[in-house]
């Protein structure tokens, strides 16, 4: 693929649409649903061969407030509440607006897809995520962002509405204020021209670009890259191509708890319900109950880059409800023992160290990290796994209006009829890595996808 670029629109097209959607993740999908349930013409193109993005390798948990989902299990929980524990995470270094207008919206955007699409959503309920005063996330049953895009793009075509893959675009049409339309370059390199009213981009961010990871976030670029490759940054490129303002460029979702070398995404449950992170000379380095984003440079600062997260049967019980867990337990990642001895034995850490760390943990008390414990300690048998830091996808992005998703001009205003949604826009984690609250991500793809849909 050559640079993405943007020039003057065509004297023709090889084919007009009313609604181009640039991505078939998440995002795009949702916004394929909105668009189409508002009347439009939408034709929904993606790179792969298949829809999946970085929502496929995540848990697929979307946080909500105020949801029957979260009224059946007893919660009381509001928008306002879910945007103060947003901007509690973000140091309040997000647009208010924002934050708002995704808190609101997050819930309604839930029974929607439940009502009218069929989607399982049912409430994580055994288990709290950092951040989040109250249980909010919603999933499909497996836990699974492969099950999310899997059934979204089974009511898209249930719906008859145009998915097209195998499409990448590499180049924008515009005059002015005005987006009219793209350029798509097929696998064999030719290339074909879409002409539309509304384009939206819900490609996604640049975390696939090692030069811009290592230009926005340095501390970073040397962890695994766990997004999806197509991740390359066109929304960012076009943009400052267009005149279009970004924000929080360096802002990002890392993550702690990847099978090492597996691969496999490891929940954060098994920190949460009491698990701990060591290093290899058998010592907790950090308070683990900040979040898993932060957690990835602490991982990766210590001797090399890795750590092992180590917890109990009665959490693994718990992480058994995440296909990644169940995965990694089948490919030998999760190692058990009856003893602390034994499990030292087993991940070739030093055993007294090991079982010192364990000891001390100061039940119904706050450790030297600040972190916080509750009565219940670790008990035989033993887990852990080996673990790395790894960046999942950049948060920040192009700067759009809060309630159309349109895209802010660097000078003033919006432009006329060019929107961002999901990872290509600007998102709700503050400026780096530790304003990262769980689910932000697809938070964002979700509502976002969601009004830009609606036009």
Same mark, same amino acid.
């Given at each position: ?54 929502? #496929? =390798?995540?848990?697929? =948990? ?29 140091? *309040? ?60 793009? #089974? ?43 509304? =384009? ?20 970073? *670029? ?61 010592? $907790? ?14 991982? =990766? ?18 992480? $058994? ?42 039940? *119904? ?24 830091? #790894? ?24 432009? *006329? ?39």
């Amino acid at each position: 693929m050559g640079n993405p670029d943007v020039t003057q629109t065509p004297d023709t097209f090889d084919l007009e649409v009313e609604t181009l959607i640039i991505g078939a993740g998440a995002c795009g999908m949702v916004a394929a649903l909105a668009a189409h349930e508002a009347g439009q013409d939408v034709l929904l193109i993606e790179a792969d061969p298949m829809p999946s993005g970085s929502t #496929a =390798l995540s848990a697929g =948990l979307v946080p909500a407030a105020g949801t029957r989902f979260q009224s059946a299990a007893g919660i009381d929980d509001s928008a306002a509440r879910f945007a103060g524990d947003i901007q509690a995470k973000a140091h *309040d270094e997000n647009d208010l607006d924002l934050v708002m207008t995704m808190a609101e919206t997050a819930g309604s955007v839930i029974e929607w897809l439940a009502d009218s699409h069929g989607l399982p959503f049912s409430l994580v309920t055994d288990f709290d995520y950092p951040g989040h005063s109250r249980r909010r996330m919603h999933g499909l049953p497996t836990r699974s962002g492969q099950e999310l895009i899997d059934t979204l793009r #089974a009511q898209v075509e249930a719906l008859d509405i145009p998915l097209i893959c195998n499409r990448r675009a590499n180049r924008l049409y515009s005059g002015g204020i005005r987006v009219s339309g793209a350029q798509l370059t097929l696998p064999d390199g030719s290339t074909e021209t879409v002409g539309c009213d509304r =384009l939206i981009l819900a490609c996604n961010g640049f975390g696939g670009n090692r030069a811009m990871v290592s230009e926005y976030m340095a501390e970073i *670029d040397n962890a695994v890259w766990f997004g999806h490759d197509g991740n390359r940054g066109e929304a960012i490129h076009w943009g400052h191509a267009l005149g279009a303002k970004t924000r929080h460029l360096g802002a990002y979702q890392g993550h702690g708890n990847v099978a090492h070398p597996h691969g496999i995404l490891i929940t954060w449950a098994t920190i949460t319900e009491g698990g701990v992170q060591v290093n290899t000379l058998g010592q $907790r380095f950090w308070n683990e109950s900040q979040g898993y984003s932060e957690a990835a440079r602490a991982v =990766l600062a210590q001797p090399d880059g890795v750590a092992w997260v180590v917890f109990d049967s009665r959490i693994a019980d718990i992480a $058994r409800q995440f296909e990644d867990f169940k995965q990694a337990e089948k490919q030998g990642a999760v190692m058990t023992a009856e003893t602390l001895e034994e499990l030292a034995a087993k991940a070739g850490l030093p055993s007294d160290e090991l079982s010192q760390t364990i000891t001390e943990i100061p039940m *119904d008390g706050v450790d030297l990290f600040g972190r916080t414990w509750g009565s219940t300690s670790l008990a035989p048998p033993f887990c852990a796994v080996k673990v790395t830091g #790894a960046l999942f996808h950049t948060q920040g992005g192009l700067e759009i209006d809060p309630l159309t998703a349109k895209v802010r001009r660097a000078t003033q205003g919006t432009f *006329d009829n060019l929107y961002a949604a999901g990872g290509a826009a600007c998102g709700v984690s503050g400026a780096g890595d530790s304003g990262y609250l769980s689910g932000n991500g697809l938070l964002a793809a979700m509502t976002l996808g969601y009004i830009a849909g609606r036009g």
